[in-house]
Every structure is written in C-alpha cells, then in structure tokens.
C-alpha cells in the first residue's frame, strides 16, 4: 500500500469488489452508488462530479432516478431546506434498495418522517442523548470496553476486531441504553445486515425487522407490568401508556435506535482503528497525548463517513441549486462523504490531521434531522479508540490490508472483518 502519508489518498488495487468504473445507465444518467476504491475515502467520482457536476441525475439500482449532491454548501443548505421531504410514502422516495422504501413507509421510523410527526417522536428520545447524561454513561462504558480487551488478550491474537469489540461495543451499549436483553449481540447484528443491505428484497426486510418488533413487542408487556429504569420503560410508561405515542411507532423508534446506534459505530470503532493502523505517525501522537482523541474522533467521523448516503429526500418544491432546477416530486441524496471532503471547507480533506480547525463536518448530518445519538458515539468512539491504544500497544493487522472486504451494498459504509494481533 502507498501514499499513506504522501500528497494522493492510498487505494486498493482495483478488483470488482472494491472499485468499479463510472456506468451509463440504460436511459442515460450514471448509474448510482458507486463503489469506494479504498476504505478511507469516498469514491474517486465524488471529487470529479463535486468540481464539473455538483448536482447531478443519477439512475439507481432499483430503477428510478434522484439527484445526487457533492458539494459541502449545498449539502448542507439542502439538509436544512424545509422543502426537503424525509418521508418515504412519497412513491418518488430514492431507495437505494428494493427493500428499504417499503420497509419504511409501512414502518414509519422517525427519521423517515416530516415534522410535525418527526418532532413529536424526536423530542420523546433526544432527551436521553444530552451531553451530561453521555458524560454519566462514560464510566460504564469505559468499564466494558476493558472487559472485552480482557477477553481478547485471554483467547490470544489473533482477533478479529469488528466481532470481537467493535460489534460487541456499540451494540451492548444501545442495547443496555434501552433497556433490551443483550444476550443475543449477533440476532441484531444480522437484522441489521438485512435490513439495511441493498440487495436485500423487500420480504426479507420485513422477516428481519418483524422478528426484531416481535421481541420488542414482548418487552413492552414486561414493562408495561414492571417498568424499569432504562429508556424503553420510560418510552412505555410516559408515551405508550399515555396515548402520546402508538404501538407502532415505539416498536419503529426502538427499532430505528438500535439498529442505527449500532451500526454506523461498529463501522466508525473498526474503520477508525484501521485508518490509525495504517498511519503510524496519527497513531503515536495519541499514544503520546490522548487529550487529542476528541480531536481525532471529530475527523476520522468527517474522513470516514460511514453513513455517507443516508440522507434520502424528495422534493417538496422547486429548488434551484447548484446550476439546476431540482421540480417537486425528484428524489434528492445528499452525499456526506462527498461534503466532508470538499476542498473548499477542509483544506487537503484527504490527509488526517488531528489538529484541523474546521471541525463543521456533516457526518452526522445538519438540521432538524441530525443524528439524534451523535453525543454518545462520539462518547463510544473516544473510549473505544482509547482503551485499545492504551491497553494494545503492539496492536497490528495480522492480513493483508488489500485483502479486507469491504461493505459496499449496505446503508452504512463499512469493514466485514479486521484481522488483529498484538
């Protein structure tokens, strides 16, 4: 591997499971997602549309049409625009997958809402996401993150990474935030792999997500009967049992928690760790001065942008916008990655510079829709990255790194498996 610390982005060899030329579509517009050649970076078309295309028509894999967004100011003008619709009834929605409009519309998650419907069910949850009450999980998480090390250095090198702590992490931690049993980690790891995978269709989303509602559905009598002190029970007793919320929307508010808080911070924990891996230089910096982790957290979230394509929208109204005329009705995806590394906003965005002044990424998005649990991730993020800098200090890929597989055709970037030693 080069250029790791030269002016260019390292890449992968090109092989079809991680790089793939610009297509035409059938009837004309380029075909959309496109692949990343690396998993540090957004794929190469991002920066060539971002400077002669920035708004442009693309044809994606189920068929229909949407535009596509590449520069920062208009990702974010755009995120912020009330004639931008979220709610994915609209029969123009720009799923990416043949399962994931259906499975939206029928369940409801907030975050594919409008207000008034997505302030209502906002404010039932973002109350649990504060700075202060973050910063009170903090000791517990740093405690677990210290047990799964334990177990890691107890069963040897080497491990793998995302199933022994990164997975392990993030989903015991949205798991006891919500109060749901966490012994079976990977029945939501694999509903989240179907539910949130491309080519997924829309039968197996709703068998994923139906086995995951009917185990929340379960709990709900249980706190119904005996509430506790974690979120659901509070979501139960407060807002189910009140009226203020339906059955449905608390199994699709949990549901969406879960799985989002979950698998966006899988994908930062393992990509992070390997982008510091591959950066020797990062790399002994934090060991030497952890007071940077918050530093770096903020812009490994804007190099890596994992959930790069998340923000699906339909337009409302006619919009002019970066030299086009988006009518109501056009699917809209605005691209994060592609806005994270616009050189206009972050000079050289290619290069981790753990002492970059701009730190306005959208990786979490921007306006009313920004990520709900971006305080603890990034609270998951710094203990996570600094226990194992702390406590592996021989930490190593144990395979070659054009060999990792890359997860390409899910909702959120990510790494299959990381290999480790120690």
């Excluded at 139906?210 to 709990?219: H, N, P, T, V």
């Excluded at 009313?368 to 990034?378: D, E, K, S």
């Excluded at 890359?406 to 959120?412: H, Y």
Aim: hydrophobic share 40%; proline share 8%; glycine share 8%.
């Amino acid at each position: 591997m080069t250029d790791l610390a030269g002016d260019g982005p390292a890449r992968l060899a090109p092989s079809p499971a991680t790089a793939a030329p610009t297509t035409r579509a059938p009837d004309g517009p380029t075909a959309f997602p496109f692949r990343r050649g690396c998993p540090f970076f957004p794929p190469d078309e991002y920066a060539r549309l971002r400077r002669d295309a920035p708004v442009t028509r693309v044809t994606l894999p189920t068929g229909g049409q949407a535009w596509i967004v590449t520069r920062y100011r208009d990702v974010r003008a755009l995120l912020a625009d009330p004639r931008i619709s979220s709610d994915a009834r609209h029969p123009t929605f720009p799923a990416m997958g043949a399962g994931e409009r259906e499975a939206a519309a029928r369940n409801r998650p907030f975050i594919r809402t409008d207000p008034p419907e997505h302030t209502r069910i906002r404010r039932m949850v973002q109350a649990e996401f504060t700075v202060r009450r973050v910063k009170n999980m903090v000791p517990e998480l740093a405690s677990y993150a210290e047990g799964l090390v334990d177990d890691m250095v107890a069963a040897g090198p080497p491990a793998d990474l995302v199933s022994a702590y990164a997975n392990q992490m993030s989903t015991v931690t949205v798991l006891n935030l919500m109060g749901v049993p966490t012994e079976d980690v990977e029945f939501f790891r694999d509903v989240t792999r179907i539910s949130g995978g491309r080519t997924s269709s829309a039968e197996q989303v709703q068998a994923a997500l139906g086995g995951m509602f009917a185990r929340f559905d379960e709990l709900i009598e249980r706190r119904l009967r005996k509430p506790g002190e974690d979120l659901f029970s509070r979501l139960v007793i407060n807002n189910l049992a009140t009226g203020a919320m339906t059955r449905q929307e608390l199994l699709s508010t949990v549901g969406i928690t879960v799985i989002a808080g979950r698998e966006t911070t899988t994908s930062m924990i393992a990509l992070g760790t390997l982008m510091l891996l591959e950066r020797p230089d990062a790399l002994a910096e934090l060991r030497e001065r952890p007071d940077l982790l918050g530093e770096a957290v903020e812009e490994l979230l804007r190099m890596l942008s994992v959930a790069d394509s998340i923000p699906l929208r339909v337009a409302t109204g006619e919009i002019e916008i970066g030299g086009v005329t988006i009518r109501p009705g056009d699917g809209v995806i605005l691209l994060l990655a592609a806005a994270n590394h616009d050189p206009e906003v972050f000079p050289e965005p290619t290069a981790l510079d753990l002492h970059r002044p701009d730190r306005h990424h959208v990786a979490f998005g921007f306006g009313i829709h920004q990520c709900v649990g971006q305080n603890l991730a990034r609270a998951e993020l710094e203990v996570a990255l600094g226990t194992l800098l702390r406590r592996l200090p021989t930490l190593r890929l144990a395979a070659p790194f054009e060999e990792l597989e890359l997860r390409q055709d899910a909702a959120t970037f990510g790494i299959e498996t990381l290999p480790v030693a120690w």
